[in-house]
């Protein structure tokens, strides 16, 4: 492969932000402009990512000076994140298997409610933060009263150590997804860096460990761009072990299949998925079945909640709306949903791209979802800078997350509630903005697919800079 076959297309003389941007540097990279030749844009992109994660970490020091244990500065600072409170929660701190059918551990902790992959995950960080810490005698901690054990100052050192541990590993799994993304289309590495410089990555990044998932959505994307099905499958499997959201990448895989009339390439994807799926769940549920099944009946029976349009309906009625009645119904609208995307993928000019369907289909079902946490705009991140790599259509989209992201805690801590004790208006205010935020940029990625030549990523005759290698690390 020549230099030629990839010529590299540079942001500033692509994007229309990131041009008028460059005007204060100079201006957009001309033909005889000098390339270092060790910042090649991989590293420049890895560079940014942990500049970006690092700014994240800093978002949580305000709560990280006290342990997460000032209610109102977790709101007010906006810096509130799960890994503390579940550390202590859920039995991490005394080194229990999330999956224990002990009946004493299951007295004393509830189940760890996400699926497998995160379990595993956060087990494994309180392993390595007793390491750190100096092996603390956890025999003796199974003996105290619970609400003694965490009032103690060496256990509230330990949590901001646990955080400490994950956020390392987390942004270990951010850098990951980055250099996937650099190495999906080797003529656009630089649409990675509008997930290394996401804002909504900044606030996010470590509220919950959703970055797990991120990273095997993005090195699905990776493999399925250099034509790997096996590997594709085994990144959605481990993916959907860890959050069920990267599932719906095997209905952009089966509407691609169907195009190409390639049904082998699907059977290998869908074999690889549930085969690492089984084996990544197998630990667990030969653990305690009864364990195992409480993230499926966590979310089953799990009622309209924050960020939801349901929660909204259900305030602004003032009637409670059963879970029975959201599930039939937020299911009937994903299928309806789906339908209509299979109808647009199945018209369109040419075959969309994984990404550009993968976003369509998330996207879809996180509008009726029962619950929309602010970390799940990372959901969407790799799959929205892949599907639609312009900086405005980005921006538009990740501001109404912004809003809703700092709403949420203003609503949490009571600050958005009028004096009567009635729900906040504002708040379903925002709720709806960042709803309509996500649409604008589902209506622009709905446009490329059915006129290909809005797609900037397939446009034929890009201005590029001049042919640059193909990128590498």
Wanted: contains cysteine; charged residues 15%; aromatic residues 14%.
């Amino acid at each position: 492969m020549t230099d030629h076959d990839h010529p590299r297309v540079h942001p500033s003389v692509d994007d229309p932000v990131v041009s008028a941007a460059s005007e204060s540097v100079g201006g957009p990279v001309g033909e005889h402009a000098g390339r270092h030749p060790w910042w090649t844009p991989v590293r420049v992109v890895l560079a940014l990512m942990a500049i970006c994660f690092a700014l994240g970490m800093l978002q949580k020091q305000p709560c990280y000076q006290d342990s997460w244990q000032d209610g109102e500065k977790r709101y007010s600072a906006m810096c509130y994140s799960d890994l503390p409170y579940l550390y202590t929660g859920r039995g991490f701190a005394e080194l229990y298997w999330p999956y224990s059918d002990d009946p004493q551990v299951r007295r004393r902790y509830e189940t760890m409610e996400y699926p497998v992959g995160i379990a595993y995950f956060a087990w494994g960080a309180a392993w390595m933060t007793h390491w750190v810490a100096g092996a603390p005698d956890v025999g003796e901690r199974a003996a105290m009263p619970r609400d003694s054990l965490f009032g103690r100052p060496e256990v509230a050192k330990e949590v901001r150590l646990y955080v400490a541990v994950s956020a390392v590993l987390m942004g270990l799994c951010a850098l990951l997804a980055a250099w996937f993304l650099t190495g999906v289309n080797p003529r656009r590495p630089w649409d990675a860096a509008a997930f290394a410089l996401s804002p909504a990555l900044v606030v996010s990044g470590l509220v919950n460990w959703d970055l797990i998932a991120v990273a095997l959505v993005a090195g699905a994307l990776w493999a399925w761009a250099r034509d790997k099905p096996v590997l594709t499958g085994v990144m959605i499997g481990l993916g959907t072990a860890t959050k069920l959201y990267p599932l719906f990448l095997l209905g952009g895989v089966l509407i691609i299949c169907i195009r190409r009339k390639d049904a082998a390439a699907f059977a290998k994807v869908l074999a690889a998925a549930a085969l690492s799926w089984l084996l990544a769940n197998a630990p667990a549920y030969l653990s305690s079945k009864e364990q195992w099944k409480v993230f499926w009946h966590f979310n089953s029976e799990r009622g309209a909640d924050l960020g939801s349009i349901w929660l909204v309906a259900q305030q602004w009625t003032e009637k409670t709306i059963e879970h029975d009645t959201i599930n039939k119904a937020s299911w009937a609208f994903f299928i309806g949903w789906c339908v209509v995307g299979l109808a647009v993928c199945l018209a369109a000019p040419k075959t969309p791209r994984l990404a550009q369907i993968g976003f369509l289909v998330v996207a879809g079902f996180l509008l009726v979802n029962k619950v929309y946490s602010p970390q799940y705009v990372l959901w969407l991140l790799p799959l929205a800078v892949l599907a639609r790599p312009r900086w405005r259509d980005l921006l538009i989209w990740q501001a109404g997350e912004l809003f809703y992201f700092a709403c949420v805690w203003w609503y949490l801590g009571g600050w958005l509630a009028p004096s009567s004790g009635t729900e906040s208006g504002f708040y379903w205010i925002a709720v709806l903005v960042r709803i309509v935020c996500e649409l604008w940029l589902v209506g622009v990625v709905v446009r490329d697919i059915l006129r290909p030549s809005y797609d900037v990523v397939d446009r034929e005759n890009l201005p590029t800079a001049s042919p640059l290698p193909v990128a590498s690390t």
